[in-house]
C-alpha cells in the first residue's frame, strides 16, 4: 500500500469512526489531496414532469401551471416543460404567452415535429397566419411524404388569399392520389373564385373522366353549366344521367328544378310525379316539395290539385309512414275536407300513437264538424296518453258541454286551467268556457267571476262579452253593464246574428222594446236558419208591444224548432209573455 492510499484509508477510518479531523490537520495534508471535479447541474427532472402530469389528469390545472413554471426555472433548457406549460395555457385561450412557450420549446429541440405543429397552431391562434405558413413549408420540405402536412399547408394558402399557391400544394397531392373528388371540387371552387371558368369546368370534366359511371359528378358539372347559363348543356348531362342510372332517386327532382326555372310548368309536374313513385327517393325530401305548394295559411290555388295528386302518390309508395299521412291530413285540412282529414289523422295515430300534434288535429277536425261523440271519444283517449297538455284537455271539455255533461266538462275544465303556463290566449278561453258551465249548473256567482278573469286577460273577445252580457239579463241582473258589454261585443262582430239577439234581449229586459224590436229583427233576417230561441224573443217583443197575433204566429213557430223555452206553450194558451 503506497503512501497515498494508506493517508486515504485513515481519513476514511477516522469518519467511520465519528471523529473529526480539525482544519490543521487538514492544513497539513491538503496539498496530498487529489483535486475534486464539480458535478454538472441536472438539465432536467423527469419526475417532476411526471408529477406535473399527474396533476393535470387530476383536473388540478393550477397547481400543475405553478409546478411547471417552478421547473422552467431551475431547468430553463428542458423543451418539454415549455411545451406543456403553452398547452395548458392554450386551452385557456391565453394564446400570447402560449406562442411566446411554445416558440421556446421549439428552439430547444428543433427535432421534435410536435412542437412545430403546436406553434404552427398556436401561430394561427394568435393570428399570425404568415408565420404559421412559414412553419408549414419547412414542414412540407422536411416531411414530403405526409400528405396531411400538404392539406394544412394548402389551407393556409387558401386562407391568405395565396390561391395558386394552394393549387399547386393540392397538384402535389393529386400526383400522389390521383384524381379525387376533395381535391377536385376544392380546385373548382378555387378557379370559380379567380373567375377562372375554363379551369373550373375542367375540373369537373375530370371527375367525369376518371368516374363515368358516377351519376353524382355529372349533376355537379350539370348545376355548373345552370350557373353559367348554359342550360342545353346541363340538360344533356341530365339525360345522361337517366341513361347510366335510371333508378336514380333524385334525378327527376333535379329535372324538375330545370323545368321550373325554363318556365316549362307541365314538365315540372311530370317529373314531380315520375319522382314521387320512386320509393327510393327519401319520404322527407317529398314532403319538403309538397310543403312548398304551402302559403302561410292555405294551399296555394292553382296548385292544389297537383299538391293533391302528389300526396295520393305520397301514400302509394310510403304507405307505412305515419308522416305522408299526416301531410295529407294537412292539405285535406286546408281545403276545408275536414272528414277526410280526420280520416288521414286516424291514419297516422293507428299506425304512431305518440305523435301528439296529429291528436290535437284529428280533435279540431272533430270540433270543425260539430262531430261531438267522437269528439269526446278519442279527446278522453287523448288526454289519457297526454295528462299534462291543457289544449287537449280543452277539447275534450268542449265536447262534453255540447253534450250537456257539464260535471264531467267542469272537471276536465278545472284540471286543465291549472296546467296553462305562458299562454293568455288558452287561459282566457279557459275561463270563458268555465264561465258557461257554471252558467249551465246554475252556479251564476262562479260563471260571472270566470267570464271576470277572462276579459281581465283579453278584454275584447265579442263571445265572452256576449254570452256574459245575454245570462245577465236572464237573471235581470246589471242590465246596464250587460248592454254595455253586449255593445261592445256587436261593435266587433256586427253581423253576428246570435250577438244581435242578445243585444235585442237586454233591450227587451231594460224595457226598450222599440230598440228589442229593432235588434232581434235583424238577427231574424235569415229565419230558415232562426233558432226557437230566436223566434220566442221576437214573439216576447211583438206581444209587449201589443201585437198578439203576430207574437202567437212566432212563437208557434218557435215550437217547431229546438232552443225554445218549457214556458213556450203556457205563452201560446195564456196569450201572454211569462217571465221565467
Known amino acids: 500500500m503506497n503512501q497515498s492510499q494508506i493517508k486515504k484509508y485513515i481519513i476514511l477510518l477516522i469518519f467511520l469512526m465519528g471523529g473529526w479531523i480539525g482544519p490543521s490537520v487538514m492544513a497539513q495534508h491538503e496539498e496530498e489531496i487529489p483535486d475534486q471535479q464539480p458535478k454538472e447541474k441536472p438539465t432536467s427532472n423527469p419526475s417532476a414532469l411526471i408529477d406535473a402530469k399527474k396533476l393535470l389528469l387530476k383536473g388540478d390545472e393550477q397547481n400543475a401551471e405553478g409546478l411547471l413554471r417552478n421547473y422552467i426555472d431551475r431547468y430553463p ?35 421534435n415535429i410536435w412542437y412545430q405543429l403546436f406553434l404552427a397552431e398556436t401561430c394561427q391562434f394568435t393570428q399570425d397566419y404568415e408565420r404559421a405558413l412559414q412553419i408549414f413549408e ?19 394558402y387558401m386562407g391568405l388569399g395565396k390561391y395558386t399557391e394552394a393549387i399547386r400544394t393540392y397538384d402535389k397531392i393529386e400526383t400522389r392520389l390521383g384524381i379525387t373528388e376533395e381535391i377536385s371540387l376544392q380546385k373548382h371552387k378555387i378557379y370559380l373564385h379567380l373567375k377562372d371558368y375554363k379551369e373550373a369546368e375542367a375540373e369537373l370534366q375530370k371527375l367525369i373522366q376518371v368516374y363515368p359511371d358516377d351519376s353524382r359528378y355529372y349533376g355537379i358539372l350539370a348545376e355548373y353549366y345552370m350557373s353559367r347559363e348554359k342550360k342545353e348543356k346541363a340538360l344533356e348531362l341530365y339525360n345522361r344521367i337517366l341513361e347510366i342510372d335510371p333508378g336514380n332517386a333524385y ?21 314531380l310525379k315520375l319522382g314521387f313513385s320512386n320509393p327510393n327517393l327519401d319520404v322527407d325530401t317529398k314532403i319538403n316539395i309538397l310543403l312548398s305548394f304551402y302559403t302561410i295559411n292555405e294551399i296555394v290555388s292553382d296548385l292544389k290539385e297537383e299538391a293533391f295528386t302528389l300526396a295520393r302518390l305520397l301514400i302509394q309508395t310510403h304507405p307505412d309512414d ?10 285535406l285540412s286546408q281545403n276545408q275536407q275536414y272528414r277526410e282529414a280526420r280520416d288521414a289523422f286516424l291514419r ?62 267542469e272537471k276536465l275544465l278545472d284540471r286543465g286551467v291549472k296546467m296553462v303556463v305562458g299562454n293568455n290566449e288558452l287561459l282566457a278561453q279557459y275561463y270563458m268556457y268555465l264561465g258557461d258551465t257554471y252558467h249551465a249548473l246554475n252556479r251564476a256567482a262562479e260563471s260571472d267571476k270566470a267570464y271576470e278573469k277572462s276579459l281581465q286577460i283579453r278584454d275584447n273577445n265579442p263571445y265572452v262579452l256576449n254570452n256574459y252580457s245575454y245570462y245577465l239579463a236572464l237573471r235581470g ?41 229593432e235588434w232581434i229583427g235583424k238577427s231574424l233576417e235569415d229565419r230558415e236558419s232562426a233558432s226557437g230561441e230566436v ?46
Open 477 to 517: 241582473q246589471e242590465l246596464e253593464k250587460a248592454a254595455e258589454m253586449s255593445k261592445r261585443a256587436l261593435n266587433l262582430e256586427p253581423n253576428n246574428s246570435s250577438f244581435q239577439d242578445t243585444y235585442g234581449w237586454v233591450m227587451f229586459k231594460l224595457g226598450r222594446y222599440e230598440e228589442a224590436l
Open 251 to 271: 334525378i327527376h327532382m333535379t329535372l324538375a328544378d330545370y323545368y321550373r326555372k325554363t318556365g316549362e310548368k307541365e314538365k315540372v309536374f311530370e317529373e
Open 322 to 331: 305515419p308522416k305522408v299521412y299526416s301531410i295529407y291530413g294537412d292539405l
Open 77 to 111: 433548457t428542458d423543451p418539454v416543460a415549455y411545451y406543456e406549460l403553452a398547452k395548458i395555457l392554450t386551452a385557456r385561450k391565453e394564446y400570447p404567452e402560449a406562442k411566446v412557450l411554445a416558440e421556446k420549446a421549439w428552439e430547444l429541440d428543433r427535432t
Open 138 to 156: 419547412e414542414i412540407v420540405a422536411t416531411n414530403p411524404d405526409n400528405l396531411d402536412y400538404y392539406y394544412q399547408l394548402a389551407a393556409l
Open 348 to 409: 297516422v295515430i293507428a299506425i304512431d300513437s305518440s305523435r301528439y300534434v296529429v291528436w290535437e288535429e284529428l280533435l279540431r277536425m272533430d270540433l270543425l264538424m260539430s262531430d261531438y261523440q267522437h269528439l269526446q271519444a278519442y279527446g278522453h283517449r287523448a288526454v289519457e296518453l297526454y295528462p299534462e297538455q291543457p289544449v287537449i284537455c280543452l277539447l275534450t271539455a268542449l265536447a262534453e258541454l255540447q253534450l250537456k255533461n257539464f260535471t264531467e266538462a
Open 535 to 580: 223566434l220566442e224573443h221576437y214573439g216576447d217583443v211583438l206581444i209587449k208591444l201589443g201585437r198578439t197575433e203576430e207574437a202567437l204566429d212566432y212563437w208557434k213557430r218557435a215550437l217547431e224548432k229546438e232552443g225554445g223555452s218549457k214556458l213556450l206553450n203556457d205563452k201560446i194558451t195564456q196569450r201572454k209573455w211569462i217571465e221565467e
